[in-house]
Protein backbone atom coordinates (compact mmCIF):
# COMPACT_ATOMS: atom_id res chain seq x y z
CA UNK A 1 0.00 0.00 0.00
CA UNK A 2 2.74 2.58 0.98
CA UNK A 3 4.35 1.63 -2.20
CA UNK A 4 1.50 2.37 -4.50
CA UNK A 5 1.24 5.84 -2.82
CA UNK A 6 4.92 6.79 -3.18
CA UNK A 7 4.70 5.37 -7.26
CA UNK A 8 1.97 8.98 -7.94
CA UNK A 9 4.48 10.88 -6.30
CA UNK A 10 7.53 9.69 -7.94
CA UNK A 11 6.23 10.12 -11.63
CA UNK A 12 5.09 13.59 -10.65
CA UNK A 13 8.70 14.33 -9.93
CA UNK A 14 10.14 12.86 -12.64
CA UNK A 15 7.82 14.83 -15.05
CA UNK A 16 8.32 18.27 -12.95
CA UNK A 17 11.89 17.16 -14.00
CA UNK A 18 11.14 17.11 -17.12
CA UNK A 19 9.73 20.36 -17.52
CA UNK A 20 12.75 22.05 -15.55
CA UNK A 21 14.95 20.57 -17.61
CA UNK A 22 12.93 21.99 -20.56
CA UNK A 23 13.40 25.00 -19.62
CA UNK A 24 16.86 25.28 -18.57
CA UNK A 25 17.69 24.93 -22.40
CA UNK A 26 15.62 27.97 -23.20
CA UNK A 27 17.88 30.34 -21.11
CA UNK A 28 21.29 28.22 -20.76
CA UNK A 29 22.66 29.11 -24.30
CA UNK A 30 24.61 31.88 -24.95
CA UNK A 31 23.20 34.92 -27.00
CA UNK A 32 26.26 36.41 -29.75
CA UNK A 33 26.54 37.66 -32.88
CA UNK A 34 29.48 39.13 -35.18
CA UNK A 35 28.94 42.67 -36.33
CA UNK A 36 31.17 44.65 -38.84
CA UNK A 37 30.99 48.35 -38.44
CA UNK A 38 31.52 50.89 -41.54
CA UNK A 39 31.69 54.82 -41.27
CA UNK A 40 31.21 57.54 -44.00
CA UNK A 41 31.49 61.16 -43.34
CA UNK A 42 30.86 63.92 -45.98
CA UNK A 43 30.81 67.39 -45.92
CA UNK A 44 29.42 70.13 -48.70
CA UNK A 45 29.46 73.93 -48.78
CA UNK A 46 28.73 76.82 -51.63
CA UNK A 47 28.66 80.55 -51.50
CA UNK A 48 27.02 82.72 -53.97
CA UNK A 49 28.01 81.18 -57.48
CA UNK A 50 31.53 79.97 -56.61
CA UNK A 51 32.54 76.49 -56.93
CA UNK A 52 31.16 73.92 -54.46
CA UNK A 53 33.66 72.97 -51.64
CA UNK A 54 33.26 69.41 -50.66
CA UNK A 55 35.37 67.30 -48.16
CA UNK A 56 35.24 63.30 -47.87
CA UNK A 57 33.68 60.68 -47.98
CA UNK A 58 36.31 60.45 -45.32
CA UNK A 59 36.18 56.72 -43.70
CA UNK A 60 39.19 55.86 -41.59
CA UNK A 61 37.84 53.57 -38.88
CA UNK A 62 37.43 54.03 -36.21
CA UNK A 63 37.06 57.02 -36.68
CA UNK A 64 35.80 59.25 -39.65
CA UNK A 65 35.31 63.01 -40.39
CA UNK A 66 34.63 65.57 -43.27
CA UNK A 67 34.69 69.38 -42.71
CA UNK A 68 34.22 71.73 -45.86
CA UNK A 69 34.17 75.49 -45.95
CA UNK A 70 33.54 78.53 -48.43
CA UNK A 71 33.26 82.10 -48.00
CA UNK A 72 33.33 85.00 -50.28
CA UNK A 73 33.13 88.93 -49.14
CA UNK A 74 29.17 89.04 -47.49
CA UNK A 75 28.76 85.06 -47.29
CA UNK A 76 30.13 82.09 -45.48
CA UNK A 77 29.15 78.19 -45.22
CA UNK A 78 30.16 75.16 -43.20
CA UNK A 79 29.21 71.48 -43.80
CA UNK A 80 30.66 69.00 -41.37
CA UNK A 81 30.07 65.43 -40.33
CA UNK A 82 31.83 63.20 -38.00
CA UNK A 83 32.10 60.27 -35.87
CA UNK A 84 33.92 57.16 -34.11
CA UNK A 85 32.62 53.60 -34.09
CA UNK A 86 32.42 53.42 -30.01
CA UNK A 87 30.53 56.91 -30.59
CA UNK A 88 29.46 59.73 -30.63
CA UNK A 89 28.98 60.99 -34.19
CA UNK A 90 27.05 64.27 -35.79
CA UNK A 91 25.80 66.21 -38.86
CA UNK A 92 26.15 70.00 -38.64
CA UNK A 93 25.57 72.62 -41.30
CA UNK A 94 25.40 76.29 -41.51
CA UNK A 95 26.13 79.56 -43.16
CA UNK A 96 25.82 83.14 -44.12
CA UNK A 97 24.51 85.32 -46.52
CA UNK A 98 23.76 83.39 -49.89
CA UNK A 99 25.14 79.77 -49.66
CA UNK A 100 24.27 76.23 -49.38
CA UNK A 101 25.67 73.53 -46.80
CA UNK A 102 25.61 69.87 -45.71
CA UNK A 103 26.49 67.48 -42.96
CA UNK A 104 25.90 64.02 -43.89
CA UNK A 105 27.23 60.46 -41.88
CA UNK A 106 26.42 57.32 -42.81
CA UNK A 107 27.04 54.48 -40.07
CA UNK A 108 26.29 50.86 -40.99
CA UNK A 109 26.55 47.30 -39.58
CA UNK A 110 26.91 43.83 -40.77
CA UNK A 111 25.27 41.45 -38.31
CA UNK A 112 25.69 37.89 -38.62
CA UNK A 113 24.21 35.39 -36.17
CA UNK A 114 26.82 32.91 -34.89
CA UNK A 115 25.48 31.87 -31.99
CA UNK A 116 24.93 28.55 -32.94
CA UNK A 117 20.98 28.89 -32.69
CA UNK A 118 18.72 31.36 -33.86
CA UNK A 119 17.84 34.12 -32.18
CA UNK A 120 15.63 37.48 -31.89
CA UNK A 121 17.26 40.82 -32.67
CA UNK A 122 16.38 43.83 -31.51
CA UNK A 123 18.10 47.20 -32.69
CA UNK A 124 18.36 50.50 -29.76
CA UNK A 125 19.27 53.38 -30.05
CA UNK A 126 19.48 57.21 -29.01
CA UNK A 127 18.81 60.41 -30.80
CA UNK A 128 20.78 63.03 -29.07
CA UNK A 129 19.46 66.79 -28.37
CA UNK A 130 19.62 69.02 -31.61
CA UNK A 131 18.45 72.23 -32.99
CA UNK A 132 17.83 74.44 -35.94
CA UNK A 133 17.31 77.96 -36.23
CA UNK A 134 16.98 80.22 -39.27
CA UNK A 135 16.81 84.51 -39.50
CA UNK A 136 16.08 86.25 -42.06
CA UNK A 137 18.38 89.21 -40.87
CA UNK A 138 17.76 91.92 -43.82
CA UNK A 139 15.26 90.21 -45.92
CA UNK A 140 15.52 86.86 -48.47
CA UNK A 141 14.44 83.35 -47.41
CA UNK A 142 16.26 80.59 -46.48
CA UNK A 143 15.52 77.52 -44.31
CA UNK A 144 17.46 74.73 -42.19
CA UNK A 145 16.45 71.04 -42.20
CA UNK A 146 17.81 67.23 -40.66
CA UNK A 147 16.60 63.88 -41.97
CA UNK A 148 17.12 60.66 -40.43
CA UNK A 149 16.78 57.15 -42.22
CA UNK A 150 17.52 53.79 -40.96
CA UNK A 151 17.28 51.11 -43.82
CA UNK A 152 17.53 47.22 -43.73
CA UNK A 153 19.32 45.16 -46.01
CA UNK A 154 18.92 47.79 -48.95
CA UNK A 155 15.37 48.57 -48.49
CA UNK A 156 14.04 51.85 -49.31
CA UNK A 157 11.59 51.52 -46.90
CA UNK A 158 12.96 52.60 -43.87
CA UNK A 159 12.98 51.23 -40.20
CA UNK A 160 13.08 54.39 -38.71
CA UNK A 161 12.64 58.24 -40.59
CA UNK A 162 12.12 61.26 -39.05
CA UNK A 163 12.58 64.76 -40.42
CA UNK A 164 11.89 68.16 -40.25
CA UNK A 165 12.30 72.02 -41.84
CA UNK A 166 12.16 75.29 -40.33
CA UNK A 167 11.62 78.10 -43.17
CA UNK A 168 13.08 81.97 -42.85
CA UNK A 169 9.54 82.80 -42.60
CA UNK A 170 8.97 80.62 -39.23
CA UNK A 171 7.03 77.92 -41.15
CA UNK A 172 7.51 74.51 -40.08
CA UNK A 173 7.41 71.10 -41.61
CA UNK A 174 7.86 67.35 -40.38
CA UNK A 175 8.30 63.93 -41.66
CA UNK A 176 8.05 60.27 -40.11
CA UNK A 177 8.74 60.03 -36.64
CA UNK A 178 8.56 63.17 -33.97
CA UNK A 179 11.43 63.24 -31.98
CA UNK A 180 10.69 63.63 -28.01
CA UNK A 181 10.48 66.66 -26.51
CA UNK A 182 10.06 68.39 -29.72
CA UNK A 183 9.72 72.44 -29.51
CA UNK A 184 8.70 75.21 -32.09
CA UNK A 185 9.10 78.67 -31.57
CA UNK A 186 9.29 81.41 -34.39
CA UNK A 187 12.29 80.60 -36.81
CA UNK A 188 14.04 78.07 -34.10
CA UNK A 189 13.06 74.08 -33.92
CA UNK A 190 14.61 72.01 -31.14
CA UNK A 191 14.21 68.53 -30.00
CA UNK A 192 15.33 66.47 -26.50
CA UNK A 193 16.87 63.18 -26.61
CA UNK A 194 14.66 60.28 -28.11
CA UNK A 195 15.10 56.78 -27.61
CA UNK A 196 14.10 54.11 -30.13
CA UNK A 197 13.99 50.11 -30.84
CA UNK A 198 13.71 48.38 -33.66
CA UNK A 199 12.65 44.72 -33.52
CA UNK A 200 14.82 43.15 -36.61
CA UNK A 201 13.40 39.66 -36.15
CA UNK A 202 14.92 36.39 -35.56
CA UNK A 203 17.91 35.68 -37.86
CA UNK A 204 18.84 31.57 -38.07
CA UNK A 205 21.78 30.22 -37.82
CA UNK A 206 24.46 31.63 -39.90
CA UNK A 207 22.31 34.14 -41.33
CA UNK A 208 23.48 37.68 -41.69
CA UNK A 209 21.51 41.14 -42.13
CA UNK A 210 22.73 44.75 -42.41
CA UNK A 211 21.77 48.40 -41.09
CA UNK A 212 22.34 51.17 -42.39
CA UNK A 213 21.90 54.86 -40.32
CA UNK A 214 21.86 57.88 -42.76
CA UNK A 215 22.25 61.10 -41.05
CA UNK A 216 22.12 64.44 -42.30
CA UNK A 217 22.16 68.25 -41.57
CA UNK A 218 21.50 70.74 -44.62
CA UNK A 219 21.46 74.48 -44.23
CA UNK A 220 20.04 77.32 -46.92
CA UNK A 221 20.37 80.66 -47.84
CA UNK A 222 19.52 83.22 -50.32
CA UNK A 223 19.25 86.47 -47.74
CA UNK A 224 19.69 89.95 -48.47
CA UNK A 225 23.23 91.88 -47.77
CA UNK A 226 22.07 95.02 -45.81
CA UNK A 227 24.05 97.68 -44.82
CA UNK A 228 24.64 100.18 -41.85
CA UNK A 229 23.53 97.16 -39.51
CA UNK A 230 20.49 98.20 -39.11
CA UNK A 231 19.24 94.76 -38.35
CA UNK A 232 22.19 93.72 -36.11
CA UNK A 233 24.04 94.61 -32.85
CA UNK A 234 27.25 94.23 -34.69
CA UNK A 235 28.67 91.24 -32.29
CA UNK A 236 27.13 88.20 -34.68
CA UNK A 237 29.65 85.42 -34.78
CA UNK A 238 29.28 84.71 -38.26
CA UNK A 239 28.27 81.67 -38.09
CA UNK A 240 24.54 80.87 -38.91
CA UNK A 241 23.75 80.94 -35.14
CA UNK A 242 20.04 82.72 -36.00
CA UNK A 243 19.87 84.93 -32.57
CA UNK A 244 19.48 88.73 -32.84
CA UNK A 245 18.00 90.45 -35.69
CA UNK A 246 20.80 89.83 -37.83
CA UNK A 247 24.49 88.74 -38.36
CA UNK A 248 26.94 91.30 -39.20
CA UNK A 249 29.60 90.42 -41.54
CA UNK A 250 32.21 93.42 -40.85
CA UNK A 251 32.69 94.59 -37.26
CA UNK A 252 34.50 97.62 -37.20
CA UNK A 253 33.97 99.24 -40.74
CA UNK A 254 31.15 102.02 -41.25
CA UNK A 255 28.99 101.20 -42.92
CA UNK A 256 28.57 97.44 -42.15
CA UNK A 257 26.88 94.74 -44.00
CA UNK A 258 24.80 92.26 -42.43
CA UNK A 259 22.52 89.63 -43.55
CA UNK A 260 20.75 86.29 -42.39
CA UNK A 261 21.63 83.06 -41.41
CA UNK A 262 20.36 79.25 -41.09
CA UNK A 263 22.13 76.48 -38.72
CA UNK A 264 21.07 73.01 -38.81
CA UNK A 265 22.67 69.92 -36.34
CA UNK A 266 22.25 66.66 -35.33
CA UNK A 267 23.52 63.95 -33.35
CA UNK A 268 23.83 60.67 -31.35
CA UNK A 269 26.18 59.40 -28.84
CA UNK A 270 26.33 55.81 -29.99
CA UNK A 271 27.70 52.28 -28.98
CA UNK A 272 27.21 49.37 -30.31
CA UNK A 273 27.65 45.43 -28.81
CA UNK A 274 25.92 41.77 -28.88
CA UNK A 275 24.69 42.64 -24.94
CA UNK A 276 23.02 45.89 -23.36
CA UNK A 277 25.23 48.42 -22.01
CA UNK A 278 24.70 49.86 -18.04
CA UNK A 279 23.12 52.83 -19.70
CA UNK A 280 21.94 55.37 -21.78
CA UNK A 281 22.93 57.37 -24.11
CA UNK A 282 23.78 54.19 -26.07
CA UNK A 283 22.92 51.83 -29.91
CA UNK A 284 23.16 48.45 -29.07
CA UNK A 285 22.25 45.67 -30.40
CA UNK A 286 20.22 43.03 -28.06
CA UNK A 287 19.42 39.13 -28.90
CA UNK A 288 17.40 36.80 -27.35
CA UNK A 289 17.65 33.28 -28.28
CA UNK A 290 14.34 31.39 -30.14
CA UNK A 291 13.82 27.63 -28.71
CA UNK A 292 15.35 24.96 -31.28
CA UNK A 293 11.56 23.08 -32.26
CA UNK A 294 12.80 19.81 -30.85
CA UNK A 295 13.40 22.22 -27.25
CA UNK A 296 9.54 23.70 -27.98
CA UNK A 297 9.02 19.95 -28.56
CA UNK A 298 10.34 18.60 -25.55
CA UNK A 299 8.84 21.31 -22.94
CA UNK A 300 5.42 20.54 -24.75
CA UNK A 301 5.43 17.02 -23.56
CA UNK A 302 6.35 17.64 -20.13
CA UNK A 303 3.64 19.75 -19.98
CA UNK A 304 1.18 17.25 -21.77
CA UNK A 305 2.20 14.86 -19.18
CA UNK A 306 1.85 16.83 -16.56
CA UNK A 307 -2.08 17.30 -17.52
CA UNK A 308 -2.32 13.83 -18.23
CA UNK A 309 -1.26 12.96 -14.92
CA UNK A 310 -3.18 15.45 -13.19
CA UNK A 311 -6.65 14.40 -14.77
CA UNK A 312 -5.85 10.47 -13.93
CA UNK A 313 -5.82 11.67 -10.50
CA UNK A 314 -9.25 13.47 -10.50
CA UNK A 315 -10.78 10.17 -12.48
Known amino acids: MQGSLLRPQLLARKQLAIILASLG ?9 TVVDGLSAQGMAQVGVTPVQVSGPNTSLPYASANATA ?23 DGVGVFDSTGHFIRSWSITN ?6 HYAFNFFIYYGSMSTDPGAGGTG ?13 STPLFSSSARIASNGDLTR ?12 TSYSWGGTYVNIDLGILGIGESTSV ?4 VSHAYGDFTIGTGCSGGDGYGDGYGDGYGDGVALALAVSPCTYTGSSYSSLGDPDNLNTTPLPGPPAIVLTAVQVPEPATVGLLGMGLAALGLRRRRQRG
Open 143 to 155: YAEYAVNINRDGS
Open 71 to 93: SDADSNASGDAWGHANGPYRASA
Open 212 to 215: VYDL
Open 114 to 119: DSGVAQ
Open 25 to 33: MLTSLPAAA
Open 175 to 186: GGSELDGASHSG
